[in-house]
């Protein structure tokens, strides 16, 4: 059985600043790729950040320059640095893991940024 949970939502001011982690457990023989989505209520989840097993990232246009996405291999884990944080970024946060060939999900992270 495999395990992925996320952690770290909070919330915090407007310009302020959050780490998720999502880290997966269990019979784990090989990690992929793993990201981050977003989805407020009602609407469709949406890519956040992507990285690749060796480490090749891609972003939403939308957190360009704010977010960044790292892993630590050694224990599977995935990481979102969110910097600069605006109100529009309140979402619930779901780290994606691609584990022995298929996709898991955790159940979400919420991030609320207001004043």
């Known amino acids: 059985q495999v395990q992925v949970v996320e952690s770290g939502g909070d919330l915090v001011q407007p310009g302020g600043s959050l780490r998720l982690s999502c880290a997966a457990s269990g019979r784990i023989f090989g990690i992929y790729a793993m990201g981050w989505y977003r989805q407020a209520p009602g609407k469709e989840r949406e890519l956040v950040a992507h990285i690749t097993h060796g480490g090749v990232t891609n972003y939403a246009d939308s957190v360009k320059g704010r977010f960044t996405i790292s892993r630590d291999n050694a224990k599977n884990t995935v990481y979102l640095q969110m910097n600069s944080l605006k109100p529009e970024d309140t979402f619930v946060y779901f780290c994606?893991?691609?584990?022995?060939?298929?996709?898991?999900w955790g159940k979400g992270t919420l991030v609320t940024v207001s004043s």
């Open positions: 994606n893991i691609f584990i022995n060939g298929r996709n898991y």
